[in-house]
């Protein structure tokens, strides 16, 4: 079975702090996905990665940044948490597409409260 | 540009009673469809996902959906609820050619004693 983790389930900070979010894969996987998801906006992407050191802007990518050091491990960064990034954020990964993959498999997500 | 609706953010049935979630698409070109699950509190898990060939596709907790390329439909169906179906249902599509998978905005499932 694929595995994503999150480091934290719930998370508390202060307006204003930096914000590490890590999630971490075990199935060798070359994609992986930042999302954030809000009542009545279904998941939105933030930035997405198809290799080490590589990264592309998703749909809301403004007041956020990735790392991506190893292939099983992608940060997600706030480097100045604000209260209107109070989200459940999640992580997820999959294939390449041309190895056939497509579907992505999510972690359990990390509900950050920003007060 | 593709896109996903799913009609009805609410749905509420009865135990033993037909689930039917709709999810319409739009798509230039053909597409890859998926729908997802999250119960309270969780990530999503994958339901069941349509590629290539049969257009009636069988998932996990006797869910199955119906790709009908006519109608740009992949409405999700279970013939007989269980409380256990209670969650969160996501739609998504991705174009065959490759690309970012869209999400549609989610539909509530609520199922009664």
């Known amino acids: 079975d694929v595995k994503v983790t999150q480091s934290s389930r719930y998370l508390v900070k202060r307006t204003g702090e930096k914000v590490f979010l890590e999630c971490v894969q075990d199935m060798d996987h070359e994609n992986m996905f930042w999302y954030r998801q809000d009542p009545g906006l279904g998941l939105r992407l933030i930035y997405f990665?198809?290799?080490?050191?590589?990264?592309e802007k998703g749909d809301i990518p403004e007041g956020y940044s990735v790392s991506r050091e190893k292939k099983e491990r992608f940060s997600l960064i706030l480097e100045s948490a604000s209260t209107n990034q109070t989200s459940m954020y999640l992580c997820?990964?999959?294939?390449?597409?041309?190895?056939?993959?497509?579907?992505?498999?999510f972690g359990p997500g990390t509900r950050l409260t920003v007060t | 540009a593709q896109s996903v609706t799913q009609l009805g953010s609410h749905v509420s049935v009865s135990e033993g009673a037909l689930v039917l979630l709709r999810c319409n698409y739009s798509?230039?070109?053909?597409?890859?469809l998926f729908w997802y699950v999250q119960y309270p509190n969780q990530g999503l898990q994958l339901l069941l996902k349509?590629?290539?060939?049969?257009?009636l596709v069988k998932g996990i907790n006797g869910f199955e959906a119906e790709f009908k390329k006519s109608e740009t439909s992949f409405h999700l169906t279970k013939p007989s609820a269980h409380m256990s179906d209670a969650a969160e249902y996501f739609c998504?599509?991705?174009?065959?050619?490759?690309?970012?998978?869209?999400f549609g905005q989610g539909t509530e499932l609520s199922v009664k004693p």
């Open positions: 798509s230039s070109v053909p597409p890859y």
């Open positions: 990665s198809y290799d080490v050191k590589m990264k």
């Open positions: 349509y590629t290539t060939g049969a257009t």
């Open positions: 997820a990964s999959s294939l390449l597409d041309g190895r056939g993959g497509r579907e992505q498999y």
């Open positions: 998504a599509v991705t174009p065959t050619g490759g690309g970012k998978l869209i």
